[in-house]
């Protein structure tokens, strides 16, 4: 079987990666020049959780909001 999906954000890829790891074949379009283009955009903003920064430097960047992310 080979699908189509269409939107290379991250719903898309997460729906690639799960039929792929199905044996099905997928051919992933999306409008933007390269996929993923809202990971990359979300994690210049502070929104990508996967920092490698220590905690304290870390949760700085929520100020007051600092709590309701630790």
């Known amino acids: ?10 719903a898309g890829l ?5 039929a792929l ?3 099905v074949q ?3 379009y ?3 020049a390269s996929l993923g283009r809202k990971f ?3 994690g210049k903003g502070g929104l990508n959780l996967t ?13 007051e ?3 309701q992310v630790a």
């Open 21 to 23: 790891a199905g044996g």
């Open 40 to 42: 990359l955009l979300a």
């Open 65 to 67: 909001r600092r709590a």
């Open 1 to 10: 079987m080979h699908i189509a999906i269409i939107g290379g954000g991250p």
């Open 30 to 32: 999306d409008s933007m």
């Open 51 to 63: 920092h490698s920064d220590p905690a304290e430097l870390f949760l700085s960047r929520y100020g």
């Open 14 to 18: 997460m729906a690639a990666e799960t």
């Open 26 to 28: 997928v051919s992933l």
